[in-house]
C-alpha cells in the first residue's frame, strides 16, 4: 500500500545533527518516494494524519540475540559464572525450537513497541529467527552463532544450516550474516573459514570481540596478542564486520579497529551488568571507529528497548570522561540509525528520511508528558524518551503498529506461549 503522511513533523539528518520540518511524506512501493512534494506517479495513496507526531527512522538495534527475551529477569544480581554456567546455559541447552520461536516473538512486539525496525541477532534456532521475523514483519540481519573447531567439520550442523536457511528465507526484509560466536568458542581456523566464505559469498560477520577481562588474558596467553590483533592479523576485521564489545581495548587494538574500517556496537547495559566494564567509545569514535548501539540479549540487559540504551549510553560516557559534552544527543542517535546503516553497508537507505530509503519509520507522540514541551527534540529522543511514546511502526512501508495496536502478531497468543515456556523451562508461575 503506498501512503501520504501528513501534519506530522519529520526528522531529518542535517550535517552532525537533525532538524523537525512539517512536510508530507510519500511512501511507495516500501520506499520513501518523496518528501514534501508529490511524486510524479499515476499511484494512489491512502492518506495518514501524523498530527502531534515526530516521524523519524526506525531505530536499528545493532546486536542482540532476540531468543534470548524469555529469560528477561530470569538471572540477576549473581555472579557472571553463575548467570552463565547455572542459570542461562542450562535453558539454552534445552530449550525446544518452538519455544524458541515464541520467545523471539516476545522480543520483536517489544522492539516494535519501542521503536526499532531492525535489528542484528545472532541466534542458535534452527530457522526460529527468520520465521519470527518473518511473521512480525521486522528487518532482520539474522546470524546463527558458529561454534567449534572447522565450519565443514562433521556434526558441525549450524554452517550448513545457516547457508540453507538464507537460500530460503533471503528476503526484501531479511538477510544474514556470518556469525562466529567469539574467540574462546570458535578456533582461529573456523575464524578464517569465516573470511573466507563471507567474502566469497558478499556477506557481512559479526563476533563478540573482548568483552571481558578473562578473554583478553587467556588470548594473550594462548596467542601472544589481544583478541583484537589476533582476528586483525588474519583478516577478520574489515568495513563488512561488526564487533559487538570492545570493552578491553589494548596496546594498539584501537588504531587496529580505525584502520580496518571494522564497526564497533557497544552494548553499555550489558556490559554493565555483567561487570565487564564500559568500552572506551569516545577514543574509538576519535580514532575514527564506526559506534553503533545495541541491547545485547534480554538475559543481559533486561530489555530490547534502544530508548533506554540511548540513555544509559550518553550518561555512562559523560559521567566515566567527566566531560558533560561527551556523547550528545545527535551523536548517540547516529548509533542507531545512520551510522547502523553504515555498518550494515546500506548508508543513504536505511536509518534516515530520505528519497529512495526504505519506508522504515516510527511515530512519536509530542503531546507524551516525557517529550513535552519540545525544547529539543533531539534532546527530549536521548534524555528524557522511554519508547512507550511509540504510536506506529512501519517497516519497508508496511505498518507492524498503528495507533499502539499491533498488526501482524497476537500479542495475548505469544503471551500464553511464553508464559508455558516460563513455567516449563523456568520452573516459574507468576
Ligand atoms: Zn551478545
Redesign the pocket.
Known sequence: MNYIITNGYLLLEDGDGFRAVKEDLYVMDGKIAAIGRAPETEETFTRIDARDRLVMPGLINM?T?VYMTGMRNYADDVPFGEWLFDRVMPVEDTLTVEAAYWCNLLGMIEMIRTGTTAFVD?HMFHEQSCLAAEKAGLRGYIGRGLVGGSLYEAGNRRFPEALEEMEKHRSDTLDFILSPHAIYSCSVDLMKEVVRESDARGLLRQT?LSEGMTEVENCLKEHGKTPVALLDDIGFLSSRTIL?HCVQMQDDDIARLARSGATVVT?PA?NAKLRNGFAPVLEMQAAGVNICLGT??AASNNTLNLFREMGLFTMIHKGISRDSTAAPAAFTLKTCTSNAARALGRAGELGVIAEGAAADLIFLDLNAVSLFPNNNIVSSLCYSANGSEVTDTMVNGRFLMRDRTLLTIDEAEVFAHVRAFQQKFLQISL
Open positions: 546486536h540475540h545472532m563478540h559487538a552494548n550489558s545485547d540479549g
